[in-house]
């Protein structure tokens, strides 16, 4: 209990004190809070970009390697035979060009494939 008049000032300004202290905290700690909340969203955006980034390396990467190896095959779709016959002092050649079987099945199937690579990279990006 207070037995002067000075005692009771001096709760007076105990309690306003604490109060003005309360509301500093509690003005720094919902900053404290925000600032946190601020980070984890910053640190999230980098990282879905990161990620981001690595799958369509990924995919570009696939799909060059797919276009190298459909360039190698379309080079081999095609064959050229010569075919020579003589005829007592005549020689007539001709050359046949015909298609090598299965390397366009080969083609169709890779560029299946680059065409699903590409369609699951976009689904992992959207």
Known sequence: MCSSANDMQLQKITLVTARQDFTEESQKAAEQIEQAKFDALYKLAWQDEGARLQIKEN????????????????????????????????????????????????????????????????????
Not at 81 to 93: I, P, S
Request: proline share 1%.
């Open 59 to 126: 995919v570009d990467a696939g799909v060059a390697q797919i276009n190298s190896q459909i360039s190698s095959l379309q080079s081999q779709r095609f064959k050229t035979e010569k075919k020579c016959q003589r005829f007592l002092f005549w020689k007539t050649c001709k050359e046949y060009t015909y298609e090598v079987p299965g390397v366009q099945t080969a083609i169709n199937g890779l560029a299946d494939h680059r065409a699903e690579l590409i369609r699951t990279g976009e689904e992992q990006l959207a």
